[in-house]
Nanobody, 120 residues
Framework: QVQLAESGGGLVQPGGSLSLSCTAS????????MGWYRQAPGEEREMIAR???????DYIDSVKGRFTISRDDGLNTVYLQMNDLKPEDTAVYYC??????????????WGQGTQVTVSS
């Protein structure tokens, strides 16, 4: 069993910043990639950022230049630094991890979600 613990959500004004973190614990052997998804009310969950084990990153266009994903391999933790936040960034943010529990098998894991609200 792998568990993902998220933190860092909250209320922020437009133009402000927040930093999210997610730590994977349990029987994780090796992480393939980690990322962040978000889901606004009435909308589909979408991937907004991901980072692979070799450090490659990917972002959706709407957050490029504003959000930065990073990871700490020793802590099995992924971060999302969010700057210049906009009201349309308001959503529940979910941490995602794809990794091996044994050398021959990988699985997908999800965090519980943390609310990010951008409002005046």
């Amino acid at each position: 069993q792998v568990q993902l613990a998220e933190s860092g959500g909250g209320l922020v004004q437009p133009g402000g910043s927040l930093s999210l973190s997610c730590t994977a614990s349990g029987s994780i052997f090796s992480i393939i990639q980690m990322g962040w998804y978000r889901q606004a009310p009435g909308e589909e969950r979408e991937m907004i950022a991901r980072i692979t084990s070799d450090g490659n990153t990917d972002y959706i266009d709407s957050v490029k230049g504003r959000f930065t994903i990073s990871r700490d391999d020793g802590l099995n933790t992924v971060y999302l630094q969010m700057n210049d936040l906009k009201p349309e960034d308001t959503a529940v943010y979910y941490c995602y991890v794809q990794g091996y529990v044994v050398p021959s098998r990988w699985d997908d894991y999800w965090g519980q979600g943390t609310q990010v609200t951008v409002s005046s």
